[in-house]
């Protein structure tokens, strides 16, 4: 990706393809963290292995969206994964190489992947 319009030109192909915009309470929520220092550290491609695996895996009841600074910059780029019923987990220094792991064992599985996460970064 060269520009923010091609991302968002992306990200609006995608949500006709799948229902990422439906935010019901029974939903998965996958939010990139997509402010400066996100972007920055690679987000963009980040976001887009999401919404390629949660589209290449036909997962239904995951929503994938877009949020500014989570507070922790030098753990760029962030990912918070927020399920019904389970505490918020956070993933750290994500790259697009690790998406399908997370897709697979937590979003699918739910279980979570520890060596991913803020704790493990610490």
Same mark, same amino acid.
């Given at each position: *990706?060269?520009?923010? #319009?091609?991302?968002? $030109? ?7 393809? *799948?229902?990422? !915009?439906? +935010?019901?309470?029974? /939903?998965? !929520? ?14 963009? &491609?980040?976001?887009? $292995?999401?919404?390629?695996?949660? +589209? ?13 600074? =989570?507070?922790?910059? !030098?753990?760029? &780029?962030?990912?918070?994964?927020? $399920? &019904?019923? #389970? ?7 994500? /790259?697009? #190489?690790?998406?399908?792991? =997370?897709?697979? +064992?937590?979003? *699918?599985?739910? +279980? ?9 970064? #610490?």
């Amino acid at each position: *990706m060269k520009s923010l #319009e091609e991302l968002k $030109a992306i990200r609006e192909q995608m949500k006709k393809q *799948m229902d990422v !915009r439906d +935010q019901s309470d029974s /939903n998965i !929520r996958v939010a990139v963290g997509m402010a400066t220092c996100g972007i920055a550290a690679g987000a963009k &491609p980040v976001l887009a $292995a999401f919404l390629d695996e949660i +589209q290449k895996r036909d997962l239904h009841g995951v929503t994938v969206t877009q949020t500014g600074c =989570i507070g922790v910059c !030098r753990l760029e &780029p962030v990912v918070e994964v927020f $399920a &019904p019923g #389970e505490e918020k987990v956070t993933y750290v220094k994500v /790259n697009p #190489e690790m998406v399908p792991t =997370i897709v697979e +064992q937590h979003l *699918m599985k739910h +279980q979570v992947v520890t060596g991913f996460t803020i704790g493990a970064a #610490e």
